[in-house]
């Protein structure tokens, strides 16, 4: 099993950066994502962007394309989320998931591993 651990969220304003981090170990030899979604209260889940981890890939919700960017470090065994001009619907908590089937569609019924999540909220 693989067991995500988010950190790195916090309370910025707008227009603001913050980059979150998430430990996996060993996701590399069973998943072929690593992704992350976020939920606001009353909201449902949503996709963020997700990353092949054994390849080339990257996807992203038309949300937040142009202002976030995912990457990896294997050898850190660590997925990143890198949030530029943050906006007040930004706000959610942001889960970390391994798994998926094919990493473009985000579906978050393909991850089998969800971290706890790490609150972001952006002031206007």
């Known amino acids: 099993q693989i067991h995500p651990v988010e950190s790195g969220g916090g309370s910025v304003q707008a227009g603001g950066s913050l980059k979150l981090s998430c430990i996996a170990v060993?996701?590399?030899?069973?998943?072929?994502?690593m992704a992350w979604f976020r939920q606001a209260p009353g909201k449902e889940r949503e996709a963020v962007a997700s990353?092949?981890?054994?390849?080339?890939?990257?996807f992203y919700a038309d949300s937040v394309k142009g202002r976030f960017t995912i990457s990896q470090d294997v050898a850190k065994e660590t997925i990143y989320l890198q949030m530029n001009n943050l906006k007040p619907e930004d706000t959610a908590m942001y889960y970390c998931?391994?798994?998926?089937?094919?990493?473009?569609?985000?579906?978050?019924?393909?991850?089998?591993?969800w971290g706890q999540g790490t609150q972001v909220t952006v002031s206007s």
């Open positions: 998931a391994a798994g998926g089937v094919v990493c473009r569609d985000l579906l978050p019924s393909t991850y089998s591993y």
């Open positions: 990353i092949v981890t054994r390849g080339l890939g990257t």
């Open positions: 060993k996701y590399t030899y069973t998943t072929n994502c």
